[in-house]
T-cell receptor, first 112, second 117 residues
Framework: GESVGLHLPTLSVQEGDNSIINCAYS??????FIWYKQESGKGPQFIID?????DKRQGQRVTVLLNKTVKHLSLQIAATQPGDSAVYFC???????????FGQGTELSVKP | GAVVSQHPSRVICKSGTSVKIECRSL??????MFWYRQFPKKSLMLMAT?????????EQGVEKDKFLINHASLTLSTLTVTSAHPEDSSFYIC?????????????FGAGTRLSVL
């Protein structure tokens, strides 16, 4: 069936270290993926997206990697800061603008 | 990123009353809006998809008569929880996407915390 899951429900990192959040998806027909950040009591905030014809995309301090062979998505955050503490969700869609299927989320905790 | 405003941010109501939640795209035309429900420490569950000027498409298991969705303009969608009961208490979040400035990315509102007494 369709599902997007995460390997680690919680991740604790030291301030300044790099963080890697992983996501597995099961639907090989998905061709668009997004990472969102959600702080407590707020709505998800768009971080970065990637289409299936790419395997890497970089933003400001963040990089998304897509491995279609093993249906794996990851979000790398460089020089993690306390403000990065939040729950991170990956989401997949059949096309950009279509219905999103969200993963279960990973809670990132940054230790000062 | 694009701005989506959701109002109210929090509402407490008595059982049996109806509650309306508004979702507005402030700086782009939202051809499609989505409504989600989120339980504590859980992921977002899509409730319905609405396109401007047409009826909403509800996900399996979501009661369309209980969760009324209206998308009357390209900048406004509303979700009305009718005859709310304590089990409807949850965090409701809307998102909007458009074909111009937002480039079909879903941008989310800040959410509405509904508590039914």
């Amino acid at each position: 069936g369709e599902s997007v899951g995460l390997h680690l429900p919680t991740l604790s990192v030291q301030e300044g270290d790099n963080s890697i959040i992983n996501c597995a998806y099961s639907n090989s027909a998905s061709d668009y993926f997004i990472w969102y950040k959600q702080e407590s009591g707020k709505g998800p905030q768009f971080i970065i997206d990637i289409r299936s014809n790419m395997d890497k995309r970089q933003g400001q301090r963040v990089t998304v990697l897509l491995n279609k062979t093993v249906k794996h998505l990851s979000l790398q955050i460089a020089a993690t800061q306390p403000g990065d503490s939040a729950v991170y969700f990956c989401a997949e869609a059949y096309n950009q603008g279509g219905k999103l299927i969200f993963g279960q989320g990973t809670e990132l905790s940054v230790k000062p | 990123g694009a701005v989506v405003s959701q109002h109210p941010s929090r509402v407490i109501c008595k059982s049996g009353t109806s509650v309306k939640i508004e979702c507005r795209s402030l700086d782009f035309q939202a051809t499609t809006m989505f409504w989600y429900r989120q339980f504590p420490k859980k992921s977002l569950m899509l409730m319905a998809t609405s396109n401007e000027g047409s009826k909403a498409t509800y996900e399996q298991g979501v009661e369309k008569d209980k969760f009324l969705i209206n998308h009357a303009s390209l900048t406004l969608s509303t979700l009305t929880v009718t005859s709310a009961h304590p089990e409807d208490s949850s965090f409701y979040i809307c998102s909007a996407s458009g074909q111009t400035r937002a480039k079909n990315i879903q941008y989310f509102g800040a959410g509405t915390r509904l508590s039914v007494l």
